[in-house]
């Protein structure tokens, strides 16, 4: 029996990061009913947003996520996941409350795990979701 395989369409955001094209990746991709959200952090125009402060970081990489999912005709609603890498887990309070502010009515299991470090040393925090947007016919 011959196997065949079936080529899904992919849907792909790109923020304009300068890493994007160099290694190879995107913010996020759609593939039917799944979207997958790369590692986000608080990065604008080559800067960290929020250094010194988990919260602020937090708050502006789930909004960064946020934009991402629209991109994809998506919304916060329909994340399943969130993996959350920090470099300091005695801060999970301060990431947790940004977290809740973005979750607290949709609760998507969640992951928070310390890491050695991140790409820049002022990064704080690092965060990839998972969603699934299903349609009703």
Excluded at 54 to 70: C, G, N
Excluded at 78 to 103: C, L, N, P, Q, Y
Aim: one cysteine or more; aromatic letters at 8%; hydrophobic letters at 45%.
């Amino acid at each position: 029996m011959k196997e065949e395989w079936i080529l899904l369409n992919r849907t792909q955001v790109f923020t304009g990061s300068p890493w994007e094209p160099v290694v190879g990746y995107c913010r996020a991709i759609r593939v039917g009913d799944k979207i997958e959200v790369a590692g986000t952090t608080a990065m604008k125009d080559g800067a960290v947003v929020g250094v010194g402060d988990p919260y602020e970081q937090t708050k502006f990489i789930l909004q960064t996520i946020e934009k991402a999912l629209h991109e994809l005709g998506a919304d916060l609603s329909h994340v399943v996941r969130t993996r959350m890498f920090v470099t300091d887990i005695s801060k999970w309070e301060e990431i947790g409350k940004a977290h809740g502010e973005f979750f607290r009515n949709i609760q998507p299991v969640a992951t928070m795990v310390e890491v050695k470090a991140l790409i820049e040393p002022e990064l704080l925090v690092e965060i990839e979701v998972e969603a699934i947007v299903t349609t009703v016919e």
